[in-house]
């Protein structure tokens, strides 16, 4: 197939908007999932600034999470919002086999798309993360999103990985968490403007969409979501500057919330907020007292757009 009719069929899939928040997963007491909540806080988001969520990502605490709540997350989040926003199921593991088929069972529930992260654990080479990709992909007719962040997965997908695996069909987009900005600009440059490369650290956000980046997979956007948003608008529409101005602003919070392991701050973040999410679940602990106090003392400086009683 030739590069411009793979374009064209990626320009004709579903546009997932400029800013989706890496959502948490509520449990509730008992550390369960809690449903409700999770369906309440998609909702909240989509009214604060979110595009969509990405379900049972790794702020989703996805690798703690059991197939059937990962299934019943897609499915419970998905009818609370239906077409308002897009929903991506976080179906990537380490199995190529298991991601396969989370991946077709999320397809028959009606997700938009799929997050497909690199193996982590068992460290495969390049080769290995294309076939893995280029496997699952040809499995479902979901646009998928992959995912690089080698500060989990000790695998970092290169450049020219990337570049292969762009030009099948249904891989339109990349979050890339890498912070390797020279990485990310060849990345940008090499796979051209009909795929979309979303920053997946918030503090990279800006310095990616200045490269030629399409958006965000937030983790901030839980609270300070019609922010970014702007930040994002201000950009797109040339005034560099006042985007430049919200950028720095946003950089304490930004550092609070990956104060220690994420999704470990934004979970006490919004808990003390008043939107209940409850305690991550082991080996993931709640936040330290010296962490809750770096937390809050931040969070005192910034208007929170999340409607905690929507």
């Keep these: 197939m030739g590069k411009s009719t793979e374009l064209t069929a990626k320009h004709n899939m579903k546009d997932f908007g400029r800013l ?18 999770a369906k309440k806080l998609a909702k909240a988001l989509l009214d604060s600034g979110s595009d969509g969520v990405v379900v049972s990502g790794s702020t989703g605490e996805s690798a703690t999470l059991t197939v059937a709540e990962k299934l019943k997350l897609f499915a419970e989040v998905k009818s609370a919002i239906g077409q308002q926003g897009i929903v991506i199921a976080g179906t990537g593991t380490y199995s190529t086999r298991d991601s396969i088929e989370l991946t077709k069972e999320a397809e028959k529930i009606g997700v938009d798309g799929c997050l497909l992260v690199v193996p982590y654990y068992n460290k495969p080479v390049q080769e290995g993360i294309y076939q893995h990709f280029k496997t699952i992909a040809e499995a479902t007719r979901l646009p998928c999103i992959l995912y690089n962040v080698p500060s989990r997965t000790v695998a970092n997908m290169a450049l020219e990985t990337v570049t292969r695996l762009c030009k099948i069909d249904n891989i339109i987009a990349l979050k890339e968490s890498s912070a390797n900005y020279e990485q990310i600009a060849g990345i940008i440059e090499a796979t051209g403007k009909d795929f979309m490369v979303y920053s997946g650290n918030d503090s990279d956000t800006l310095p990616i969409m200045s490269m030629g980046g399409y958006g965000a997979i937030s983790v901030a956007s839980h609270l300070v979501g019609l922010k970014i948003k702007q930040m994002i608008n201000l950009y797109l529409a040339g005034d560099q500057n006042q985007a430049a101005q919200i950028h720095q602003d946003l950089i304490g919070l930004e550092k609070a919330l990956f104060v220690v392991s994420n999704p470990i701050p934004i979970k006490y973040a919004l808990n003390y907020l008043g939107m209940p999410v409850g305690k991550p679940r082991l080996p993931l602990t709640e936040a330290d007292e010296k962490s809750k106090t770096f937390i809050k003392e931040s969070l005192a400086h910034y208007h929170i757009d999340l409607p905690i009683k929507a």
């Excluded at 989706?20 to 909540?37: I, S």
């Design 20 to 37: 989706l928040t890496a959502m948490v997963t509520p449990f509730n007491n008992n550390g369960e999932v809690d449903f409700v909540q």
